[in-house]
Nanobody, 125 residues
Framework: QVQLVESGGGLVQAGGSLRLSCTAS????????MGWFRQAPGKEREFVAAITWGGGSTNYKDSVKGRFTISRDNAKSTVILQMNSLKPEDTAIYYCALDMIGLRVKIREREYEYWGQGTQVTVSS
């Protein structure tokens, strides 16, 4: 089993920054992928960003490219989402997810087996 614990959400004004962290514990493989998804009120959950653990390949939702950066700390089994130039439309619950099969970044929810509890990000205008 794998457990994911997120931290770092909060309230910020438009144009501000937040840093989300997600730490994985339990049995993982050397090729797993970690990603971030988000769900705004009344909307479906959507892909935000993902990173492979071994090679460092990344993928981003178009609307966050240039503003968000996903990175990893292998020693701490932690993935970080640095969010800059935040906009009100970034307001959502952000979920960390882990794909045990890995090998390449994936953007579909069903390809991730483990999920964190979510952390709220609110951007005021």
């Amino acid at each position: 089993q794998v457990q994911l614990v997120e931290s770092g959400g909060g309230l910020v004004q438009a144009g501000g920054s937040l840093r989300l962290s997600c730490t994985a514990s339990g049995r993982t493989t050397s090729s797993f992928v970690m990603g971030w998804f988000r769900q705004a009120p009344g909307k479906e959950r959507e892909f935000v960003a993902a990173i492979t653990w071994g090679g460092g390949s990344t993928n981003y939702k178009d609307s966050v490219k240039g503003r968000f950066t996903i990175s990893r700390d292998n020693a701490k089994s932690t993935v970080i989402l640095q969010m800059n130039s935040l906009k009100p439309e970034d307001t959502a619950i952000y979920y960390c997810a882990l794909d045990m099969i890995g090998l390449r970044v994936k953007i579909r929810e069903r390809e991730y087996e483990y999920w964190g509890q979510g952390t709220q990000v609110t951007v005021s205008s």
